[in-house]
Structure formats: C-alpha cells, structure tokens
C-alpha cells in the first residue's frame, strides 16, 4: 500500500492529528525548557509517567490517565521541593528513584498482560484512539490557554530570576504551574516517541530555535516549526512503506534539524551584526 493509501486509513490520521497536537505544545514550551534549564525535569517526568501508567493500569486499567496523573503528581512535588537548578536536580534525583522503584512494584502487581504500560516507554502513536484524540484536543488546550495565562510574567522570572522576584513575582508559583502544564505536555509526547525519548521533542526543538532567533516570539516559532516538521515529517516516512518505527524518524529529523541550526546560526548572527553595524554607522 502506497503513503496515500495509508493516510486514508483512521489509524493513519488519528496518528498525524495526534502527533500534530504534541508538536505545537511541545514546541512552544521547548524555549523554556532551555531557558529555564530543565532538561533534567523533563527527564524525570518522562520517566515517571511511566510509574503513573503502571498505577493507572493497576487501578482503573487506563494508562494514559494514571501517566497523567502520575506526572501531575510529580510535577508538585519536584516544583514544591526546589525552585533553583541545584536545588531541583537534587529533588528530582530522589523523587526519579524513589518511583521507578514504585513504578516497578506496581508493575509486578498487575495479572494482565502490561504492554500498555510498557508501551509508553517506546511510544505507539498508531494505536492512538478516536477518544484519545479529544483527550488530547483537551490537554493541549489547557496547556496553550494556561500558558497563554502566564507568558509574560513567566518570561520575565525565566530570563532574569532575581529581578523577577525582587519585583513582587511570584516565582515559585510560576515554577510550579510551568512544571504542570511540562508534565501535561511530557504525558502526550510520550505516546510519540516514549518517555526514553521524550526529549526530541520536548527540548531539541528549542535548543534549535536559540541557535538562529533571538527575539522570544522568533524562537517559540521556530520551535514549533521543528517540532512539527520533525513530527509529521516522521509519521510520514513511517507510513512511506517502511517497518522502521516513526520514534527513528522523529528523533532524527529533530537531531538533523539541531544540526543544521548550529550550522547556520553562527552565520545568521554575523550577518544581524552586520547590519547592525551599518544602522549605527548611518546613525
């Protein structure tokens, strides 16, 4: 069966609607992600919505809910338990530990068979479901309006911390809620590319974006264009008549697309010094 043969088939187009939906959330939470230095946060949510999906399988037989809930939780924790890098990491390290062991006896627990829970680790974007689909519609709108919510004052305490909190904002708090609305996101890219490799999409594409934009708004699209580009750009190749799984072609157009901007920042910053050299010339 050829590409457009495929992408007449349900399966196919609950995978690239889905797929479509992580990417834009991913994307515009990824330059914050970097700025903010949570690489690591992302990590430990990835990896823990894997405990939250073994619990969701053991309670109410639904992974993806008990992943969200998981991560939620572990958002709370990890934002309630360090606010600065060093203080974060540390808190991380003892929550990651202390649920994947969590994660493992409850595991151990469940008589069915636990491909589902497992499933998360890898990703398996083909099997998402029709009422998946609206649960992710939900998600991501909750992600965009509560980011949309606290963008700018979000930005503030992101660039400048100190500042920030010597003006009255509430930083914790932000932290906090930008922690949530990261777990909500991590929980949909896993059905992607699993948590294992959560971070092609939660953090490349913004890593991207800051080697060729400097406005906030210019690397937030950019962002949102690798992410997309990386992700329908993958399920596309998956479904071109190939057994490769699309988490290969998402991941590496991700880390082709990085590439290509530490290539060609460099170049594009030269060029706006240039040309800022020129206007204050003229000036």
Known sequence: MDLGGYLALPFAQHALVAGTLIALI?????????????AFAVHGAA???????????????????????????????????GERPRERDSAIGVVLAG??????????????????????LFGDIFAISAGQIWLLVVLALVVLVGLGLIY???????????????????????????LLLLAITVTEAAQVVGTLLVLSLAIIPGAAA???????????????????????????LALNG???????????????????????????RARRSRRLDAARGLS
């Open 152 to 178: 700018r004052p979000l930005l503030f305490a992101s660039v400048d911390p100190e500042l920030a909190e010597a003006s009255g904002v509430a930083t914790r708090l932000l932290g906090i809620a930008f």
């Open 99 to 120: 649920g994947l062991g969590l994660g493992i006896l409850l595991l151990s627990q469940y008589q069915g068979f636990a491909s589902a829970a497992t499933s998360i």
């Open 242 to 268: 190939t057994t490769v799984p699309p988490t290969v072609f998402v991941t590496g157009i991700s880390v082709g697309a990085y590439v290509v901007a530490r290539v060609v920042g460099p170049r594009l």
């Open 26 to 38: 991913c994307g515009v939470l990824s330059p914050f992600v970097l700025i903010r230095q949570m």
């Open 47 to 81: 990896e823990l919505s894997f405990t939250g999906a073994a619990a969701g399988l053991v309670l109410i037989g639904d992974p993806v809910v008990g992943a969200l809930s998981g991560s939620v939780v572990v958002a709370g924790l990890i934002g309630s338990l």
């Open 210 to 236: 800051q080697r060729v934009a400097t406005a906030p708004l210019a690397a937030t699209a950019v962002s949102v264009g690798v992410a997309l580009l990386a992700t329908d750009g993958g399920l596309l």
